[in-house]
C-alpha cells in the first residue's frame, strides 16, 4: 500500500477526534498519527491497524509532550494534514467564571492549538505544502449568553488562523477554519465544565447551563458525517476552504452575526474615515 498522506490528528480519544481518526484509519493510503492524553483511549484503533497507524500520548499543553512530537513527526517523514481538534467546552456567566477554569480553557483551546501548530510548521515549509485544520465553532464567529469565554477562545483560533493562513499560503500551505455547531460529543457533558449561575441577576441564563448539560447527547450534529464532510474538504478540494460552518444553526446563525457585522460596519464607514489625518 502507497501512503499518500500522513495526518496529524489532536484529541482522537472521543467526539470528532475519534471519528476521523476512524475514517482515516479505514481509508486506503492514509497514515495516521493518532494523539490522545491516554494510550488506553486509541485501543479501537487496533482493528483497522495494518501498520499505518502511529500511536502518540499528547497533552496539548504539556510543553515537553508537545516537543518530543518533532521526532515523531520526523521518523513519520513528515504531515500533510493537521487536525488541531483536541478541546473543552465552558459553560458560565462571563462574572461568574473562574479565572483558573478560564486559564484552562485557554491553554487547550488556544495555546495548545498554537503549540502543536509550532511544531508541526517546519515539516510543512520544508515540504512546501500541508493543510491545517483548525476545529473552531460557530462561537467562534458569534456568541451566547453563558458562552462567552468558550467563544473567546474560539475567536482566538479565527484571529490567529486568519493571520497564519497569510503568512503560509505563499509556502504552499493551507488553513481551514471548522465552525460545527453541537454535535454528539462529550463537549457539552464530560469534557465540558458546567457553572449554574448563582447570581439572581442571571438566574435568566441558568436554563442555558442546564439546558447545554441535559441535552447533552442529543444535538443535532453527527460526528460521523461532520468527520466525513472534514475528510471530502480536505482531500477532494485543491483550495480548502477557509471557514466550514458545519450544522444548521452554524450556518444560520455564522450568516446573521456576519451579516448583523457587515451591516454595523456599513453604517459606520463614513464616522470611521473621520479617524484619520
Ligand atoms: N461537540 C460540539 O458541539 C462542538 C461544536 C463546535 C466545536 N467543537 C470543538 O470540537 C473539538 C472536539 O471536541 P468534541 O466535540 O469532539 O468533544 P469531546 O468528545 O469532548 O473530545 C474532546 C477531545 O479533546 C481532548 N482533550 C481535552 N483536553 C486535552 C488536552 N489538554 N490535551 C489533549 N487533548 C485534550 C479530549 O481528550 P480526553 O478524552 O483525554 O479528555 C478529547 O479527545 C473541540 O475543539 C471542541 O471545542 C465541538
Avoid at 502543536?116 to 515539516?123: D, G, H, I, S, Y
Avoid at 499560503?169 to 454528539?184: H, N
Amino acid at each position: 500500500m502507497t501512503i499518500t498522506k500522513t495526518w496529524l490528528i489532536t484529541g482522537t480519544s472521543s467526539g470528532f477526534g475519534k471519528a476521523l481518526a476512524t475514517l482515516v484509519a479505514q481509508t486506503d493510503g492514509q497514515h495516521l498519527l493518532a494523539t490522545a492524553r491516554k494510550m488506553a483511549d486509541l485501543d479501537y484503533l487496533d482493528a483497522f491497524d495494518h501498520g499505518q497507524i502511529t500511536k502518540i500520548i499528547l497533552d496539548v499543553t504539556d510543553d515537553a509532550e508537545v516537543a518530543a512530537l518533532s521526532d515523531k513527526i520526523r521518523a513519520a517523514g513528515g504531515v500533510d494534514i493537521l487536525v488541531n481538534n483536541a478541546g473543552l467546552g465552558y459553560f458560565a456567566t462571563t462574572e461568574e467564571a473562574q479565572a483558573a477554569d478560564v486559564r484552562q480553557l485557554f491553554d487547550v483551546n488556544f495555546f495548545g492549538l498554537a503549540a502543536v501548530t509550532k511544531v508541526v510548521l517546519p515539516f510543512m515549509r520544508a515540504a512546501r505544502q500541508g493543510v491545517i485544520v483548525n476545529i473552531s465553532s460557530v462561537l467562534g464567529l458569534t456568541s451566547l449568553p453563558t458562552l462567552g469565554y468558550y467563544s473567546a477562545s474560539k475567536y482566538a483560533v479565527e484571529g490567529y488562523s486568519e493571520g497564519l493562513r497569510q503568512e503560509v499560503a505563499p509556502l504552499g500551505i493551507q488553513v481551514m477554519l471548522v465552525e460545527p455547531s453541537g454535535a454528539r460529543t462529550n463537549w457539552a457533558g464530560a469534557s465540558g465544565k458546567h457553572v449554574i449561575p448563582a447570581l439572581a441577576d442571571y438566574q435568566a441564563f441558568k436554563a442555558n447551563v442546564v439546558g447545554v448539560k441535559n441535552g447533552a447527547g442529543h444535538e443535532p450534529g453527527n460526528p460521523t458525517k461532520i468527520a466525513q464532510l472534514i475528510f471530502a474538504s480536505v482531500t477532494n478540494e485543491t483550495q480548502v476552504p477557509l471557514h466550514l460552518p458545519l450544522g444548521a444553526f452554524a450556518t444560520n446563525a455564522a450568516q446573521e452575526h456576519l451579516t448583523a457585522v457587515l451591516n454595523e460596519v456599513t453604517a459606520r464607514r463614513a464616522t470611521a474615515l473621520k479617524a484619520d489625518d
